[in-house]
């Protein structure tokens, strides 16, 4: 009779729940669930029940005993779950909830940008070289046919240092903290023959009094290129491919004769503004134009120091700081903040 299941029904329902409040542990919950649920529990007993009514009622019992057995399914699964978290005095462990976010640096903007010019001239076949910052003063000066009676040795642009080098020929060399990088690419020809393509990036230190553009430690990039018939064109060449490759194909460059003792001719590289298009603002000091950097044929005396054949080979030599060219590309308007450690200042990058 329909009521007689319906009664049963009833019954388990009663005491499964009721039973269920006292399981104490995993066997007893087992035991609970082979009771009710298992393929010979109360449950599947009751289902070969209802197989035997007719359509209708077979329906309406179907349903109300995959409710029930729904119903005690959840409970066994709160059940295990409750001994998981408690029964062995555990904590409850969520391994899909999201962890604590460790915070990450990057690398400085200084050292960022030097990458990313570096990987401008790797692009065009220049090898990176970079050697020690203090420096003896033949290769800071001597050699770069800076004389005794140059201004830039001066001992207020200049670091001298105590030498520590032992006496050769009777004679202290004189050591300084480099004033340019410019002895690095000494070292490299002492270890290389033409034709070579190589830029230099490295810290360089000069006796400055520090303003929002001077700073007594500073970066710089230099390159030289030594092959047989290198002129002025390939230099320009060069010089405005990589003022492009950083700035933007809109960018135009001009050239100005200057002197420096290393070359000869010498020339400043300037390049159109780029954050007023020419119409003149403060960066540009209302010129339109940004002085970029140094650069030249370089001297044959330079050429002969190195061991170079100045008669059978050519040479160009350029430098840019590269803490002025960050500037110029992030829109940083003060040296110092480079070197501050200010986190504020190193987190926006
Ligand atoms: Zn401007």
Not at 227 to 234: E, M, P
Request: aromatic share 10%; with cysteine.
């Amino acid at each position: 009779m329909i009521d007689d299941v319906a009664q049963k029904l009833a019954n388990i329902k009663t005491k499964a729940v009721a039973e269920f409040f006292s399981l104490q542990n995993d066997a007893e919950i087992e035991k609970w669930r082979v009771k009710y649920l298992g393929r010979k529990g109360a449950l599947s007993a009751l289902f070969e029940e209802i197989g035997k009514f007719r359509t209708e009622e077979r329906q309406y019992l179907g349903k109300a005993a995959n409710e029930l057995k729904k119903e005690l399914e959840e409970k066994l699964r709160a059940a295990s779950d409750r001994t998981k978290s408690h029964g062995k005095g555990e904590e409850s462990f969520d391994e899909t909830a999201p962890g604590i976010p460790v915070p990450r640096g990057t690398k400085h903007p200084l050292t960022q940008f030097t990458d990313r010019i570096c990987a401008v001239f790797t692009s065009m076949g220049f090898e990176i070289v970079e050697d020690r910052e203090v420096e003896k003063v033949e290769y800071n000066f001597d050699k770069l046919n800076m004389p005794d009676n140059h201004p830039a040795r001066d001992m207020w642009d200049t670091f001298y240092i105590k030498s520590q080098i032992p006496p050769a020929n009777g004679m202290f060399h004189e050591v300084v903290l480099r004033t340019h990088t410019s002895p690095v690419q000494l070292r490299a020809m002492e270890t290389r023959k033409p034709p070579v393509r190589l830029v230099v990036p490295g810290r360089c230190y000069r006796h400055d009094a520090t303003d929002a553009s001077h700073e007594t430690g500073f970066y710089q990039l230099e390159g030289l290129v030594i092959d047989k018939g290198v002129s002025v064109a390939n230099m320009i060449y060069v010089l405005d491919s990589v003022l492009k490759r950083l700035f933007g194909n809109f960018v135009k460059i001009r050239i100005r004769p200057s002197f420096f003792p290393f070359v000869e001719p010498g020339h400043e590289i300037d390049m159109s503004c780029m954050i007023c298009e020419q119409k003149g603002c403060s960066v540009c000091s209302k010129t339109g134009w940004l002085e970029m950097m140094g650069s030249g044929m370089v001297h044959p005396v330079v050429l002969n120091n190195m061991g170079v054949d100045s008669e059978l080979y050519t040479g160009f030599a350029f430098g840019m700081g590269i803490d002025r060219l960050m500037m110029l590309y992030y829109g940083v308007d003060d040296i110092r903040l480079s070197y501050s450690g200010d986190l504020r200042f190193l987190k926006q990058f």
